[in-house]
């Protein structure tokens, strides 16, 4: 399966700030996708990644929070924006495989006070 | 909508105490049935796909079954390193949605 990274591995921010969470595949992948995992929640996907074309997103969540960068088959990017302290959660992007199975990276946990 | 509920919550066993992970589901077409493994602070890993009811999975101690309403993760005899969450997900067919339906976990802990 894929290695995946995520930067940062943690960070703590302020309110009304923004975080911008990369995430890096050692292949390329097609289908790569962005979660989000609240303290006693189950994972709940964000949106997903598409290469060359705007993300697609779930309901609940809107592209002026998360925006979300997909400039080729290895790399994307998560921004949160205008974090408020509900914004504290662990971030984790995935990607697909030929027979839908999706690998995980190690996630970003995000504080905000 | 997609819905999936796993029980119990946490489960204590004894070392080698064999017992069975619940995972419940309702989904419009299932695609795939997925099973993972979380570690504290750390992603889920893969452990498991099963694709169609009466289809079984087995990987060291563990062991994946699929009916049409739910899926069991029978671990047999643990061992403390199997302590972690055990996470259940679905995904749909259809629809262009390939992202998956999680439930909330089994906490699982292994006494020595």
């Known amino acids: 399966s894929a290695v995946i990274s995520q930067k940062p591995s943690r960070d703590i921010c302020q309110r009304g700030t923004s975080l911008t969470i990369q995430c890096q595949v050692d292949?390329?992948?097609?289908?790569m996708f962005w979660y989000r995992q609240q303290p006693g929640q189950s994972l709940t996907l964000i949106a997903t990644?598409?290469?060359?074309?705007?993300?697609?997103?779930e309901s609940g969540f809107v592209i002026d929070k998360f925006p979300i960068s997909r400039p080729n088959l290895t790399f994307s990017t998560l921004t949160v924006s205008n974090m408020s302290p509900e914004d504290s959660s662990i971030y984790l992007c995935?990607?697909?495989?030929?027979?839908?199975?999706?690998?995980f990276g190690p996630g970003t946990r995000l504080t905000v006070l | 909508e997609d819905q999936v509920t796993q029980s119990p919550e946490a489960l204590r066993l004894q070392e080698g105490e064999s017992s069975s992970l619940n995972c419940s589901y309702t989904?419009?077409?299932?695609?795939?049935l997925f099973w993972y493994r979380q570690d504290p602070g750390k992603g889920p890993e893969f452990l498991f796909t099963?694709?169609?009811a009466g289809e079984e999975k087995e990987k060291e101690r563990l062991k994946a079954t699929l009916t049409k309403k739910e899926s069991f993760l029978h671990i047999t005899a643990p061992k403390p390193e199997d302590s972690a969450t055990y996470l259940c997900?679905?995904?749909?067919?259809?629809?262009?949605?390939?992202?998956?339906?999680f439930g909330k976990g089994t906490h699982l802990i292994i006494q020595p």
């Open positions: 989904v419009s077409g299932l695609r795939g």
């Open positions: 292949s390329q992948v097609t289908m």
């Open positions: 997900a679905v995904q749909a067919k259809g629809g262009g949605a390939d992202g998956l339906t």
């Open positions: 990644a598409n290469q060359g074309s705007e993300a697609t997103y």
């Open positions: 995935s990607v697909g495989s030929g027979n839908n199975e999706q690998f």
């Open positions: 099963l694709y169609s």
